[in-house]
């Protein structure tokens, strides 16, 4: 069984801190989205959006990675490829949505 250290317990607190922020973000951009249904602001919640679910992927597979006793490298691999594919996509979203 993997033994949690402080660092591990400090890293993973910050993660959620960092989900949580990408999720507030998220939410705000919605919720104005949501009230003037402009395309600026469809695409920069479709860019936060994005990146909330890349924070999120990423950090479930550190996580999974470090409490892996046998971890499979094609998975791990697929799964951080899924994750920067996901901030590309946000973050491009957001150019866009800056530039259009």
Request: hydrophobic share 50%; aromatic share 12%.
């Amino acid at each position: 069984m993997a033994t949690i250290t402080p660092a591990g317990i400090v890293l993973l607190l910050l993660r959620l801190v960092l989900l949580g922020f990408s999720l507030g973000l998220t939410l705000i951009s919605f919720r104005a989205y949501r009230d003037n249904r402009t395309e600026r602001l469809k695409y920069a919640f479709v860019g936060f959006a994005s990146i909330s679910t890349g924070v999120a992927v990423t950090s479930l597979t550190t996580q999974l990675l470090f409490a892996a006793r046998d971890p499979t490298t094609g998975l791990f691999v697929g799964l951080q490829v899924a994750g920067a594919a996901l901030f590309c996509v946000g973050f491009g979203a957001l150019y866009y949505s800056l530039y259009s």
